[in-house]
Every structure is written in C-alpha cells, then in structure tokens.
C-alpha cells in the first residue's frame, strides 16, 4: 500500500475545521499530521511526499510517474487528489481565505455568526444568501454591478430581509486578520464580519483524466456509490469525485472505496464473487 501526497491540501488556509464530528475546530495540518501518525504504525503502508505527475492504464493495473522520476507499477489506483477552490481574485481576499471570507457557510459560518455579513454573487447566489441568513439576520447581497435577479428571487431575498447592493466590489480589507470592510469601486465601504464568496472547484490535473476517467458535468470524476470510476480497477473519493465537498464526507468516502478495493483484489486472488455492485467488472491477472 503506496500513498502519495504532495501534501497540498485544500483547506489548509483555514483556522479550523467545522463540521467534522470529535475534531470540530481542529487545525487542517494537525489533522494531516494525525493521520499521517497513524499511518506510520501501520509497516504495509509507505507513505511518500511526492507529486504525481503522469499516469496511464496499463494492460494490468496502472503506471503512475513521480516528480523524482519514479515509475510505479500499480494493481488498483484510489484517487484522492482534492480540488483546487478558485477563490475571487480580488485585493485582500487571499489573506482572509478560510476564516471570514469563505466558500462554505457550514464550515465557517459559525465563527460569524450575528455579525453583519455579506454573500458576493449574482445570478444563482440567491441560495447561498437565504442560506447564511440561517447564521444572522444582517446580510447582505452584494451582486458586483447590476443584479441578474428574476422577479422570484427578488421576492425571496425580499421576504428574508437580504438588501441587495450593486455596487462594483473592489475589494476586501482586514483588521487584525479578520475581515473589517468590503470595498467598493466608488471608492465607498460596507462595514462587513463576515464575507461568503462563490469558489467554483476544478480538477487540479489532468491525472485523472489521463487514467482514462470521465468527468461528471460539474467536473468532478464520475463514480458510482462506492467511489467506482468508469475505468476498472480506478477508484476515487474526496472532493476529486464529491457532490458536496467537505472533510467529513471524504473521510467517508475514502474508507468505503478503500473497503471495495480490498473486495477487488480478494475477487482477483481467489475468484469469489464481489459482495458488492461492481459498475465495471473486476480486473483479474
Ligand atoms: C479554505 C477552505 C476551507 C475549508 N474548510 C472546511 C471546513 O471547515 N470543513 C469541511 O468539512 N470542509 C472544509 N473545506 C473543504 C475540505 O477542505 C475538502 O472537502 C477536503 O479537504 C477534501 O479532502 P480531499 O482529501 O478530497 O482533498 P484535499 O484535502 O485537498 O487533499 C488532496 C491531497 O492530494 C494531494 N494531491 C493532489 N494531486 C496530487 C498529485 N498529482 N500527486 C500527489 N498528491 C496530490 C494534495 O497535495 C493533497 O494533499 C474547506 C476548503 C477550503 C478551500
């Protein structure tokens, strides 16, 4: 058992994780140094810090090339490789990413919870604004120019008492690492707590393409329930195949495809049947 890791994960801006049961608040890095703890008391795991640079379906298995010119020979392949989050490029975000400006409500809505709060977006942010009025009664959607709001939504917004500002965002400013104000183009500010920005995911390589795996129309790697990809013998979990990214769900994830890969190769050495759906038949030597 070969992991390798560049060691990039996603959330590693952020203070905490939210969400996650018995390591609520947990720093990410603390949560990979357990794991990785845990790991090493384990003398079938090899962990490598290592960046994956190339792969390809074999006849059997699959090849996998390292950023220090290593090939691997591999029977099974589990994707993990997360996502990347393409945050706003806008001045002071990057600096308050994973803390008060934030992608995800459930994980950092609590930290600002009753404050004034705002949710960047137009078209289809309408949800992502009824949502973080959940965490407070002061928010505000700030649409970056004019609003491309339907008569319903803006009933909606209406009805939850979310105003609605389209003044060009040009930024955000910080205060002792938190955020203090949105800044508008007009040279005007908003007092703002907290700021939740849309952050669409996209695949980080082209790996799991190149093992020959089909994307999903959002993006994400095409799997079946146990985190079965198109290709035989490939499997992936986390956000590299999520519906709904988060820590909890790929931990979930992970687990249950690494249970099915142990199912293939069991299939494999000793021909029983699989104790699950396969979507694509067992690869045997
Ligand atoms: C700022 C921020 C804050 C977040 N906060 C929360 C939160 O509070 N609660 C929550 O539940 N979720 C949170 N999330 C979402 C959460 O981080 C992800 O859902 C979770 O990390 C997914 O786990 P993963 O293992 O799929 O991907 P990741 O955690 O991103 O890990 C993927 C790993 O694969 C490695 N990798 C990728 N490509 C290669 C390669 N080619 N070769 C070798 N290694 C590779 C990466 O370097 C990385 O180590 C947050 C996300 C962001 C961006």
Request: proline letters at 6%; charged letters at 20%; hydrophobic letters at 45%.
């Amino acid at each position: 058992m070969l992991v390798l890791d560049a060691g990039e994960q996603s959330n590693r801006p952020a203070h905490g994780i939210g969400g996650l049961l018995g390591h609520d608040g947990l720093a990410p890095a603390e949560l990979h140094a357990r794991g990785r703890a845990e790991l090493a008391a384990y003398p079938s795991i090899e962990v490598r810090d290592v960046r994956v640079i190339g792969g390809s379906p074999q006849e059997r298995g699959f090849m996998l090339s390292t950023a220090d010119s290593v090939q691997v020979q591999t029977a099974r392949v589990l994707l993990a490789t997360g996502m990347d989050y393409a945050a706003p490029d806008l001045p002071g975000v990057a600096e308050l990413w994973g803390a008060t400006v934030f992608h995800c409500p459930y994980c950092h809505g609590w930290e600002v919870r009753d404050g004034a709060l705002g949710v960047l977006g137009n078209a289809a942010a309408t949800h992502r604004a009824l949502l973080l009025r959940g965490w407070s009664a002061d928010v505000v959607l700030l649409t970056d120019g004019p609003a491309d709001l339907d008569a319903d939504e803006r009933g909606q917004l209406q009805r939850a008492n979310v105003p609605v500002v389209e003044r060009r965002v040009a930024g955000v400013r910080g205060r002792g690492g938190a955020l203090e104000a949105v800044l508008f183009a007009d040279g005007g500010k908003l007092p703002r707590d907290g700021l939740l920005v849309p952050a669409p995911l996209r695949q980080r390589s082209s790996l799991a393409s190149d093992l020959g795996a089909e994307l999903t129309e959002r993006g994400t790697v095409d799997v079946d329930a146990f985190g079965q990809t198109t290709v035989p013998g490939l499997y992936a979990a986390g956000d590299v195949s999520s519906l709904m990214p988060q820590v909890a769900g790929a931990i979930a994830e992970g687990s249950r495809a690494a249970a099915m890969i142990n199912g293939d190769l069991l299939v494999e050495q000793y021909g029983i049947e699989p104790m699950m759906p396969r979507r694509t038949a067992v690869p045997t030597g």
